[in-house]
């Protein structure tokens, strides 16, 4: 599965990052700086939005099919000075407190243990550190939409490289330590329904 969802996932998202994505990636990037780490980099979505002011770009993909097409990115694209490593949120190669931003969009849903993969950015975050954030989540006020991905996820979690329909990140983030410093719920346009509750923002070690 990991070469055909490599090979699908730009055109699968190719609307939603039209319509909304690409607005919320630049809104959260574009005050960061100094040693920034991205888990997850997938095929490298995030690229066009990291400014000047990040000196040491570290992207992290541990899926081979991904990380590829990542590296292609990175080559052609506007941050050829990134480094693309092969390395998840089960052990990161960093010393503790060495980075000065984490990012994570469209990630922790698909990790094995949220709480783990939490407690691993905290360890490598510097104590004024940033966690920056973008999540699909479970639906919050909407019981309907809740009991569709309820029903839905374990399919999905199959077809869809282990990613889960029914998490709540922002309570997840809550009990890793973290205070957050901005939180914006909104609906991730052109998306699958069951896709579509989001969580984004900026959270710091409390």
Same mark, same amino acid.
């Given at each position: 599965m990991?070469?055909?969802?490599a090979a699908?996932?730009d055109?699968?998202?190719?609307?939603?990052?039209?319509?909304c994505?690409?607005?919320?990636r630049?809104?959260l990037?574009q005050g960061?700086?100094?040693?920034v780490?991205?888990v997850g980099?997938?095929?490298g979505?995030n690229?066009a939005?990291?400014?000047?002011s990040?000196?040491r770009?570290? #992207?992290?993909?541990?899926? *081979?099919?991904?990380?590829?097409?990542l @590296?292609? %990115?990175v080559r052609s694209g506007p /941050?050829?000075?990134?480094?693309?490593?092969?390395a998840?949120?089960?052990?990161?190669?960093?010393?503790?407190?060495e980075l000065?931003v984490?990012?994570?969009t469209?990630?922790?849903?698909s990790v094995?243990?949220?709480?783990?993969?939490?407690?691993?950015i905290r360890r490598v #975050?510097a104590p004024?550190? *940033?966690?920056v954030?973008?999540e699909? @989540?479970? %639906?919050?006020?909407?019981?309907t /939409?809740a009991?569709?991905?309820?029903?839905?996820?374990?399919?999905?979690?199959?077809?869809a490289?282990?990613?889960?329909?029914?998490?709540?990140t922002?309570?997840?983030?809550?009990?890793?330590?973290f205070e957050f410093?901005?939180l914006?719920?909104?609906?991730m346009?052109?998306a699958l329904p069951?896709?579509?509750p989001?969580?984004?923002?900026v959270?710091?070690p409390?």
């Amino acid at each position: 599965m990991g070469k055909l969802l490599a090979a699908i996932y730009d055109p699968f998202m190719r609307e939603t990052e039209r319509e909304c994505l690409g607005a919320w990636r630049h809104e959260l990037l574009q005050g960061i700086s100094g040693n920034v780490l991205e888990v997850g980099a997938g095929t490298g979505a995030n690229l066009a939005y990291y400014p000047t002011s990040v000196t040491r770009l570290t #992207l992290a993909e541990p899926d *081979a099919a991904m990380r590829a097409r990542l @590296v292609d %990115a990175v080559r052609s694209g506007p /941050r050829p000075d990134a480094h693309v490593i092969d390395a998840s949120l089960a052990g990161l190669p960093f010393g503790d407190g060495e980075l000065d931003v984490v990012v994570a969009t469209l990630v922790l849903c698909s990790v094995a243990d949220p709480a783990a993969a939490l407690a691993e950015i905290r360890r490598v #975050l510097a104590p004024d550190g *940033a966690f920056v954030f973008l999540e699909h @989540v479970i %639906a919050e006020g909407h019981p309907t /939409r809740a009991l569709t991905q309820r029903a839905l996820d374990p399919v999905w979690h199959h077809v869809a490289g282990g990613c889960h329909l029914t998490r709540d990140t922002r309570v997840e983030i809550e009990r890793a330590g973290f205070e957050f410093e901005s939180l914006t719920r909104q609906s991730m346009r052109r998306a699958l329904p069951f896709l579509r509750p989001t969580v984004r923002g900026v959270a710091r070690p409390a």
